[in-house]
Nanobody, 126 residues
Framework: QVQLVESGGGLVQAGGSLRLSCAAS????????MGWFRQAPGKERDFVAT????????AYADSVKGRFTISRDNAKNTVHLQMNSLKPEDTAVYYC???????????????????WGQGTSVTVSS
């Protein structure tokens, strides 16, 4: 079992930055592929970014490439999502997710992830 707790959401103006964090517990963090997803009001949950357990390989949704950066700190059991140049369309609840399968490579689909956090809300005003 893995527990995930997100933090760092809030209200920010367009063009601003936020850094989301996700603290994991319950299993060796270094063996987890971690992902961030988001769900805007009235829309489906979408992939944002992922970082693999094996080589720290990253992948991003096209909509956030060049603006968001995912990173992990295995010593602190934490994954971060640095979000720069935020846009109103980035407004959503952001979820952290963990895949314990030890499969090599990145995971882009929500069904790849077994464990989910409760989410943290990000609102970007125009």
């Amino acid at each position: 079992q893995v527990q995930l707790v997100e933090s760092g959401g809030g209200l920010v103006q367009a063009g601003g930055s936020l850094r989301l964090s996700c603290a994991a517990s319950g299993r060796a963090f270094s063996s987890l592929t971690m992902g961030w997803f988001r769900q805007a009001p009235g829309k489906e949950r979408d992939f944002v970014a992922t970082i693999s357990w094996s080589y720290g390989t990253t992948a991003y949704a096209d909509s956030v490439k060049g603006r968001f950066t995912i990173s992990r700190d295995n010593a602190k059991n934490t994954v971060h999502l640095q979000m720069n140049s935020l846009k109103p369309e980035d407004t959503a609840v952001y979820y952290c997710a963990a895949d314990p399968s030890l499969r090599v490579g990145v995971r882009l689909a929500d069904w790849d992830y077994r464990y989910w956090g409760q989410g943290t809300s990000v609102t970007v005003s125009s």
